[in-house]
């Protein structure tokens, strides 16, 4: 079946430095989605990508969706403690798929 | 307002016992799902509703039985409770079918069984 995996799995940095995850899928994809999930939170929707090549931007978080729409990575400018958390990619094969979840990236932030 | 919400947050209970997860949405979306999160925090979809009409149901247990009395509303019963079992399970909605919509997730129901 289908199988989204990410990495790294953990991830621990020094406030202000850089960050990022990578999420891999096994078959082609009709769009990525990430969300983040705080400690003891819920995941929350950060972005969705559909073009083949797209990358989006929201302030220190960049966004980019893969030319062959099989792989995604989400990178963090300068991290803030307020950046911990897991983030999770998310992907189906097509409009008619479920959304499969990437195996998540758990980021912490000392300061 | 809260959009997601679920009752009860938390739930700890014996091994064979029944348990209900309530979940209700104020988004007017048609599209509802459970999601299961284990301890590895791997997030698995197990039933997804669209309009009160079961679209996904995943490979899971016959134990577990989804319920939805109209499109606000899914709830999940799982009967003879076993120790795998314990998760957060998460209630979430969309206003698109699968994958082209936005999810948003209740806060969770973290279920231990002893």
């Known amino acids: 079946g289908q199988q989204v995996m990410q990495i790294p799995q953990y991830q621990h940095v020094q406030e202000g430095e850089d960050f990022t995850t990578y999420c891999n899928s096994s078959t082609t994809l009709s769009n990525i989605q990430w969300y983040k999930q705080r400690p003891g939170g819920h995941p929350v929707f950060l972005i969705q990508?559909?073009?083949?090549?797209e990358v989006k931007k929201q302030k220190r978080l960049t966004f980019q969706f893969g030319e062959a729409k099989k792989n995604s990575s989400l990178h963090i400018t300068a991290t803030q403690t307020t950046d911990v958390g897991t983030y999770f990619c998310?992907?189906?094969?097509?409009?008619?798929?479920?959304?499969?979840f990437g195996t998540g990236t758990r980021l912490q932030v000392f300061p | 307002d809260t959009a997601v919400s679920q009752t009860p947050k938390y739930l700890v209970t014996q091994m064979g016992n029944d348990k209900s997860i309530k979940c209700e949405q104020n988004?007017?979306?048609?599209?509802m799902y459970w999601y299961k999160q284990d301890s590895k925090k791997f997030l698995k979809i197990m039933f997804s509703y669209n309009n009160k009409e079961l679209i996904i149901n995943e490979t899971v247990p016959n134990r577990f039985s989804p319920k939805s009395p109209d499109k606000a509303h899914l709830n999940l019963h799982i009967n003879s409770l076993e120790l795998g079992d314990s998760a957060v399970y998460f209630c979430?909605?969309?206003?698109?079918?699968?994958?082209?919509?936005?999810?948003?997730f209740g806060e969770g129901s973290r279920l231990t069984v002893l």
């Open positions: 998310a992907g189906g094969r097509d409009n008619t798929d479920k959304l499969i």
């Open positions: 988004l007017g979306h048609d599209t």
């Open positions: 979430a909605s969309s206003q698109e079918l699968l994958v082209t919509g936005e999810l948003f």
């Open positions: 990508l559909v073009k083949s090549g």
